[in-house]
């Protein structure tokens, strides 16, 4: 059975503390791999796919990686705004279908 | 692109009576929905996937006939929960790809059931 692990479960970061978020995974035939960002009450917004391993994606503070059994987001100087819960999912379970990890909830203090 | 919108983004009801929550893809055709459910402090659980002019899938242990999927066009998806009751109170968000594997997301729809 597909699992996606994420730790830690929750991470408490003072403003310009740089961290690394894991994402481990055991799925038969790696497809890809996604990482969104949930604010409370709102649905996940998209940052990236990874579909090989070595490969890495940038935007502003956050930088994906991605290697054969997990994926690290690593977050540079983080800002309160980053705070959020970082989800990540891999293809699974049929066509075009999806599971998630449980998340790893982020809090930036000022 | 890629913008999923739901409606409506919160709704309150009474015990027994049936809501519908709409999954709108503004900018591309979405052949394929998705329904998830989310419960606090929880991840997404999937629900069902959605076709375009077909019968819903559902996920193990998701009773079709209490939420009740219609993909009538290509860019609509409709979840309605029958006879909703206080357990089925949960923030429910739908998802649509553009063709890959990538995911967009609703911003979802929270209930409330009384």
């Known amino acids: 059975e597909d699992q996606v692990t994420q730790s830690p479960e929750a991470l408490r970061l003072q403003e310009g503390e740089s961290s690394s978020l894991n994402c481990s995974y055991t799925?038969?035939?790696?497809?890809?791999l996604f990482w969104y960002r949930q604010d409370p009450g709102k649905g996940p917004e998209f940052l990236f796919t990874?579909?090989?391993a070595g490969e890495e994606k940038e935007k502003e503070r956050l930088k994906a990686t991605l290697t054969k059994k997990e994926s690290f987001l690593h977050i540079t100087a983080p800002k309160p705004e980053d705070s959020a819960t970082y989800l990540c999912?891999?293809?699974?379970?049929?066509?075009?279908?999806?599971?998630f990890g449980t998340g790893t909830k982020l809090q930036v203090i000022p | 692109g890629a913008v999923v919108s739901q409606h409506p983004s919160w709704v309150i009801c009474k015990s027994g009576t049936s809501v519908k929550i709409e999954c709108r893809s503004l900018?591309?055709?979405?052949?394929?929905m998705f329904w998830y459910r989310q419960f606090p402090k929880q991840s997404l659980m999937l629900m069902a996937t959605?076709?375009?002019?077909?019968?819903?899938?559902?996920e193990q242990g998701v009773e079709k006939d209490k939420f009740l999927i219609n993909h009538a066009s290509l860019t609509l998806s409709t979840l309605t929960v029958t006879s909703a009751h206080p357990e089925d109170s949960s923030f429910y968000i739908c998802?649509?790809?553009?063709?890959?594997?990538?995911?967009?997301f609703g911003p979802g729809t929270r209930l409330l059931v009384l």
């Open positions: 990874l579909y090989s």
């Open positions: 999912a891999v293809p699974s379970g049929g066509y075009q279908k999806v599971t």
């Open positions: 998802s649509s790809t553009t063709g890959e594997e990538t995911q967009y």
């Open positions: 799925v038969s035939g790696l497809r890809g």
């Open positions: 959605s076709n375009e002019g077909s019968k819903a899938t559902y």
């Open positions: 900018d591309f055709q979405a052949t394929t």
